[in-house]
């Protein structure tokens, strides 16, 4: 299996609203992260995870909340976003540090309305 | 601050010509770099990548770059693109663990 899979392709929320972006990977890799796309801009990274603990935040917003429960899922917990987060939100995936590559999912497109 | 820049933000070209992508880093020490393309529609896809060795890196769908360190560069080269090629390209680079940046991409065209 040599891919990272999200979940959903899409979703709408409201401004009130709490969901959740899943994304799972079982290449064995160590180290798990988050970006944002908006539309025609280069990803942006929010989070990375390395062995299953936060070792980098950007600086995101709280409303955004990150989650690893083990080393194959990591979850993106969305509570009270504004519409300007609505966006493509990619998921990667590397061995450790990232010198071998990193593999994206396909991403969630989140609409808040 | 480490930052990587493609300075083609749209091509167009014709379907057999060649195709040549420019990006720059700003990185001073040991750099990993990186093309990723994407469909329409579709995720990134790894290109090629630079890791050491070889400055001239072969990748998938026929695609080479070159890493110029005197001219902190890592063009994206094809000798003749197809209107399959369309696609929207980024450069990037990782020097700091796993804290990989992206360029601001170029839109590339293949008119058939």
């Known amino acids: 299996d040599t891919e990272v899979t999200q979940t959903p392709k899409h979703l709408v929320m409201g401004m009130t609203n709490k969901k959740s972006l899943k994304c799972e990977q079982h290449m064995g890799h160590r180290a798990m992260y988050w970006y944002k796309q908006k539309a025609k801009k280069p990803p942006e990274l929010m989070f990375v995870?390395?062995?299953?603990?936060?070792?980098i935040n950007e600086s995101v917003p709280s409303r955004f909340s990150p989650e690893c429960p083990n080393s194959s899922l990591l979850n993106l917990h969305l509570h009270a976003l504004q519409p300007e987060d609505s966006a493509l939100y990619l998921c990667?995936?590397?061995?450790?540090?990232?010198?071998?590559?990193?593999?994206f999912g396909s991403g969630t497109r989140l609409t808040v309305v | 601050a480490q930052s990587v820049s493609q300075h083609n933000h749209h091509v167009i070209l014709s379907e057999a010509a060649s195709l040549e992508l420019g990006c720059n880093y700003s990185?001073?020490?040991?750099?990993?770099l990186f093309w990723y393309v994407q469909y329409p529609g579709q995720h990134l896809q790894l290109l090629l990548k630079?890791?050491?060795?070889?400055?001239l890196v072969k990748g998938i769908k026929g695609f080479e770059a070159e890493f110029i360190k005197s001219k902190f560069s890592f063009n994206l080269r094809k000798p003749s693109v197809q209107w399959s090629d369309t696609a929207e390209y980024f450069c990037?680079?990782?020097?700091?663990?796993?804290?990989?940046?992206f360029g601001t991409g170029t839109r590339l065209l293949v008119s058939p």
């Open positions: 630079y890791f050491s060795g070889d400055p």
């Open positions: 995870y390395s062995y299953e603990k936060l070792s």
């Open positions: 990185y001073g020490g040991t750099v990993n």
């Open positions: 990667a995936s590397s061995q450790d540090g990232g010198d071998y590559g990193y593999t």
């Open positions: 990037a680079g990782n020097t700091g663990f796993q804290k990989l940046v």
